[in-house]
């Protein structure tokens, strides 16, 4: 789900996205992925936008601090987090429990 290499201070997560939901939340894992709901639709980039605001506003991290780096056309997608603070991997952690 996810891994992160302290070195370069990068995160990497996987995650299943599920547009046009009711409202955003994490809904828990799928597979080896985060599963996130998104209120956005999967049109021009729209979803894309409103994951990133959501890990912006769930990790409290800048915007700019977060990449999709694999997937910006289909729900699953490599995300890159750059200099994480260590509450993130503390969040993911015990979403993983």
């Known amino acids: ?15 299943h996205v599920q547009p ?5 939340a994490v809904a828990g894992r ?3 992925a985060l599963k996130i709901r998104i209120a ?3 049109v021009d980039g729209k979803a894309n936008a409103a994951l990133i605001d959501f890990l912006h506003q ?3 991290l800048p915007r700019a601090n977060i990449i999709i780096r694999r997937g910006a056309g289909s729900r699953r997608k490599t995300v890159e987090i750059i200099n994480p603070d260590p509450g993130v991997i503390t969040i993911l952690r ?4």
Do not use: E, I
Not at 20 to 24: D, L, V
């Open 58 to 60: 769930w990790f409290n």
């Open 1 to 15: 789900m996810y891994r992160f290499d302290a070195q370069r201070q990068r995160l990497v997560l996987t995650v």
């Open 30 to 32: 799928h597979g080896d």
């Open 20 to 24: 046009n939901a009711k409202s955003p």
């Open 94 to 97: 015990n979403m993983t429990l």
């Open 40 to 42: 956005a639709p999967a």
